[in-house]
């Protein structure tokens, strides 16, 4: 696969962790390095400040695309969840126009659709088992319509929209998985955000141990909020992240199914 899915293991303060201790050890590898040097080699300032004002604007450049990517991704979600749940609900209130047996299995069967979104939603380690069951459903929707079809032959408007409605409900998942399982932040991207991240904090280091008195606190500080940028993008990027988009439409519709 094309997409970097390595963080989506690890839990959220093992990926906070790891992040730090990386552009720590980074800052301290700067720091040594220019102890190691000594004064051996005198350096002009404006450089070296030069240079690491360059690779941090690169840093900050390239966090605020990835952010960027992110964030458009996470809206993306929000969106597709309010077309799935008009789409559900679209086809539901059109399944009562083609009558019975018709009716009732389809409606039965969106009910169950949407009660696996729920589940998903409060359990994403069961997404596999989740879309598995809901290409199950779509295929016993499908029969059910090729047999009204089948069985009226003649065109009728009614028919139409009710086909029209559950193509939309079979879309909806489609371009769901498509954004929350497969377009993620490609992998060439993490790399060059994490090698990036790594050779600024190396430059900061090396300018922090070319002072008398190496100001710790500082480096803490820089890094913690390159961690804290750095986390959120994951977070958002991952399918089982802690931020997460609110699901309560879906509630809301599987509510008013339940008591139609």
């Known amino acids: 696969m ?17 992040i730090l201790t990386l552009i720590l050890l980074s800052a301290f590898s700067g720091v040594k390095f220019v102890q190691w040097r ?12 030069t240079i690491v004002g360059a690779n941090l604007a690169l840093l900050a450049f390239i966090l605020a695309f990835t952010f960027g990517l992110s964030t458009t991704r996470f809206d993306a979600r929000k969106l597709f969840l309010l077309e799935e749940v008009n789409a559900i609900e679209t086809a539901w209130l059109q399944a009562a126009l083609v009558g019975e047996p018709y009716k009732s299995s389809v409606r039965d069967l969106l009910k169950e ?17 989740a879309i598995i069951r809901s290409n199950d459903i779509h295929k016993e929707i499908w ?3 090729t047999s009204l079809v089948d069985q009226n032959p003649t065109s009728s408007p009614i028919h139409s929209l009710f086909v029209s409605s559950i193509n939309d ?15 993620r ?3 060439m991207i993490w790399v060059a955000l994490f090698m990036l ?50 699901h309560q439409p879906m509630h809301n519709l599987y509510q008013r199914i339940s008591v139609k």
Request: glycine share 6%.
């Open 197 to 246: 991240t790594i050779f600024s904090m190396f430059t900061v280091g090396y300018l922090f141990g070319r002072m008398e008195h190496i100001n710790w606190y500082m480096i803490l500080a820089l890094s913690l909020a390159f961690t804290a940028v750095i986390l959120v993008i994951i977070d958002l990027d991952s399918s089982y992240g802690t931020i997460n988009i609110n």
């Open 113 to 129: 659709y949407v009660g696996l979104r729920i589940v998903i939603a409060e359990n994403p380690e069961k997404v596999k088992e």
């Open 38 to 49: 000594g004064n051996r080699v005198k350096e002009d300032d404006g450089p070296l400040n």
């Open 143 to 145: 029969k059910i319509v």
């Open 185 to 187: 932040i490609p992998a």
């Open 2 to 18: 094309n997409d970097f899915h390595l963080f989506d293991m690890l839990p959220i303060w093992a990926t906070a962790l790891f």
């Open 169 to 183: 409900v079979f879309d909806s998942q489609t371009k769901r998985i498509t954004v929350t399982l497969t377009y």
